[in-house]
């Protein structure tokens, strides 16, 4: 399940709240440029060299961001790719050579490339159009793998991948594994070697183990898709998994699962109000180091004494900010340590374990002051059916939180949740004197099973209330202008905004849909062959196009364009594997033909989500102006015909 939840991924408490809004307004913040949000960041993305002797990062290069490297020892660093195309985005280390992978205008065929940490012998490893490479495992700690990876194609069959590995200087290839039984998900033990693969008919999961590469596949497991059974890595002998589960129980846990057995044998953390999804361990040490989850923010629990006091260093050490430190060589005593919060999006630096010195690196974003950026803090409030909605409000710095103008922003996935800290879309629509709130709906991730569950069949329905829920919350409590409130969202966020313009078209002023689905039955056609055996999960959870033809009909805001008098904007990738150009154009033909305002931008060298700087520019100065339209209280002049 959560393989597929990854794969669709499109996309404290009420009396603080309050109390703050009872205060006096702060300062108002100086209006600052579009461009300051959201072109590419400075310096970010920060890694390690595996023998500690170079750190690396992504920044700007030939307008695009593109990977710099540099002795730790220096302050010079050189640019070791060269994209003038697309950003680099998915990058790291391999001995000494730099990996990284990317794809064709958005189509997220993603090919691997290779470079020398000096810039030369750049190789395309894995030329093939139309064929997706996703690393399986970077082999980073493995004997005798010092030059090679194993991957994933889709080549012999574009609904499955093929495990292989490949030689990063050469990109000699050798399958692993012939995966004619159409396997979708592989799992290595610390030698390297696939010990675990999992098949699904989309409705339930079987996973199947095996001692050795030599011996053939045994199942051991089966799910359905409403339980979790996510592995996060092999116990250090090898024997058995620790696994994230939610089997017999409704919030996920960390576990130690038997192999030999097919039980659970030791529960390794849980928490009674969240979901624990993920786990970390030293591989220097071989012990583990943390289990995470997310409440309001980010959470560590430790397991691990030594781990836990160079976490409680850094935090003395940059009090007011959340920390992570990571990006680390071989020996673990080098490492990258990130600092940010909801005003500031990401500080790196340098931190020498052996001697606790650490050293500033770099700001991603230094033209954004901290004091000029609005607050982000979590709410909650309850649904018309009694459930409780987390979420976040983010209020204009020096407004009073009363009848302000208001973005609503659900979130993409839908399986996914929105969480704290620095977001830039919220911090300019804010700098421009807008709230904004998202909510973590009903079927969003984190808050466990039955949560999850209550979006079985809802899209648009008990799911959408939920965000006109929190729309009615801010009207009563005096937050938002009644006539003031816009909806924007990417993704499933964008379905959700036609969804909400179509079925409550008198609640908001005016609405963007960045990529969003319009039509479930075309949608539905349209998904990538890699999704293919997900396909009857995705029944079960949204509908059936044949059996619940009644209701998918019915929440199709294509459909139903009819309904739609709120002015719109629509954005879209041309190159978009998940939802098909299809989606945008039949939505704004329909409402075209009845006169209603829309705005239509496509780029055509995008796919799900803009990438490329100036795209993403032109999308974010046009929406600026589109709000400014609309929800800044002045008189709206007639467009020109």
């Known amino acids: 399940m959560l393989k597929l939840m990854q794969k669709l991924v499109l996309l404290a408490t009420l009396p603080l709240f309050f109390m703050a809004c009872g205060t006096k307004p702060e300062e108002k913040a100086p209006k600052i440029a579009v461009e300051d949000f959201f072109k590419n960041p400075e310096k ?34 050189i640019a070791v790719t060269n994209d003038s195309v697309r950003n680099i985005y998915r990058y790291q280390w391999k001995g000494a050579r730099i990996v990284y992978l990317q794809d064709v205008g958005g189509d997220e065929n993603f090919q691997m490339f290779s470079v020398a940490g000096d810039g030369s012998d750049l190789k395309a490893l894995t030329p093939f159009p139309k064929v997706r490479t996703e690393i399986q495992d970077d082999w980073r700690d493995v004997a005798g793998k010092e030059k090679e990876m194993m991957i994933l194609l889709n080549k012999r069959d574009a609904r499955f991948f093929d495990p292989y590995s490949i030689n990063i200087e050469t ?49 051991f497991l089966t799910t359905t898709y409403k339980d979790q059974f996510a592995i996060q890595f092999f116990t250090f002998d090898n024997k058995n998994i620790y696994v994230s589960s939610n089997i017999g129980r409704d919030k996920t846990s960390i576990v130690e699962y038997d192999l030999a057995s097919g039980k659970e044998v030791k529960e390794i953390y849980s928490n009674p109000d969240y979901d624990v999804d993920g786990l970390s361990y030293s591989a220097k040490r071989k012990v583990l180091t943390s289990a995470s989850y997310t409440s309001w923010k980010n959470e560590n629990h430790f397991l691990d004494a030594e781990t836990e006091a160079e976490y409680k260093k850094m935090a003395e050490k940059f009090k007011g900010y959340e920390i992570g430190i990571y990006g680390n060589n071989v020996a673990e005593d080098k490492f990258v340590v990130w600092t940010g919060n909801d005003k500031v999006a990401a500080k790196y630096y340098y931190y020498d374990k052996s001697t606790g010195d650490t050293k500033f690196l770099a700001d991603a974003f230094p033209w954004l002051n901290e004091k000029d950026m609005a607050t982000m803090k979590p709410i909650e409030y309850k649904s018309r059916d009694g459930l409780t909605i987390h979420g976040y409000l983010t209020l204009p710095k020096g407004y009073e939180a009363k009848n302000l103008p208001v973005v609503i922003n659900p979130h993409g996935g839908p399986w996914a949740r929105d969480g704290w800290g620095f977001n830039s879309e919220a911090q300019m629509l804010a700098n421009r004197g807008y709230a904004v709130l998202q909510m973590n709906f009903r079927g969003s991730t984190g808050y466990g099973k039955e949560f999850w569950l209550k979006s079985q069949k809802q899209w648009g329905k008990t799911m959408q209330d939920d965000i006109t829920d929190g729309v009615q919350w ?89 309904n739609i008098k709120t002015p719109l904007f629509v954005a879209q990738g041309a190159n978009d594997p998940r939802v098909n150009k299809d989606e945008s154009d039949q939505m704004v033909a329909a ?49 020109k015909q």
């Open 474 to 562: 801010l009207i009563r409590e005096g937050i938002a202008d009644p006539k003031r409130v816009a909806i924007y969202g990417g993704s499933y966020g964008g379905y959700a905004t036609l969804a909400g313009v179509t079925f409550t078209p008198d609640l908001y002023a005016c609405a963007v849909d960045y990529v969003g689905v319009s039509n479930m039955f075309t949608f539905m056609k349209t998904i990538p062959p890699y999704w293919e055996p997900y396909k009857a999960m995705f029944y079960e959870m949204v509908g059936d196009p044949v059996k619940d033809s009644a209701l998918l009909a019915e929440v199709s805001p294509a459909l139903h364009a009819g």
């Open 591 to 639: 409402l075209k033909k009845r006169g209603v305002e829309v705005d239509y931008m496509v780029k055509n060298d995008e796919g799900h989500g803009f990438a490329n700087e100036n795209n993403r520019l032109d999308f974010y100065r046009a929406m600026d102006k589109f709000f400014d339209k609309y929800l800044s209280g002045k008189p709206v002049e007639p467009k």
């Open 44 to 77: 970010f993305s920060w890694r390690i060299s595996p023998d500690g002797e170079y750190i690396s990062y992504l920044s700007p290069h030939n307008g695009h961001t593109n990977v710099f490297v540099r002795k730790i020892s220096d302050s010079v660093a």
């Open 171 to 219: 990109g000699e290839l050798k399958v692993l594994f012939q995966n004619d039984k159409n396997y979708d998900s592989w799992f290595t033990d610390h030698s390297g070697t696939i010990r675990i693969a999992g098949k699904t008919d989309g409705v339930n999961t079987t996973y199947y183990q095996r001692a050795d590469e030599t011996a053939a596949f045994d199942s």
